[in-house]
């Protein structure tokens, strides 16, 4: 959650279980480094954007995909 990202040492975490192949390739793909991406809220009651973050990492493999 945002909650989370905010509470996280340097306001940053890495993001895993991302299991949509569209969402994954576009990450993996298209952002950069420096990019703002959407923070979006989609397993609540309430799915939305909650906020705007900024990429800090380059993509890696995800290690809870084995």
């Known amino acids: 959650s945002i909650d989370d990202l905010e509470k996280s040492p340097n306001q ?3 993001w895993y ?4 192949y ?3 390739n576009f990450m993996r793909d298209e952002m ?3 990019d ?3 923070f979006y809220h989609s397993n ?3 799915p939305g954007i ?3 973050m900024k990429i800090t990492k380059l993509a890696y493999p995800d290690q809870l995909q084995f």
């Open 44 to 46: 609540c009651k309430n």
């Open 22 to 24: 569209q969402a994954r």
């Open 32 to 34: 950069s480094l420096g």
């Open 36 to 38: 703002l991406a959407f």
């Open 50 to 52: 909650v906020g705007v």
């Open 12 to 14: 940053s975490i890495d």
């Open 17 to 20: 279980g991302i299991r949509n």
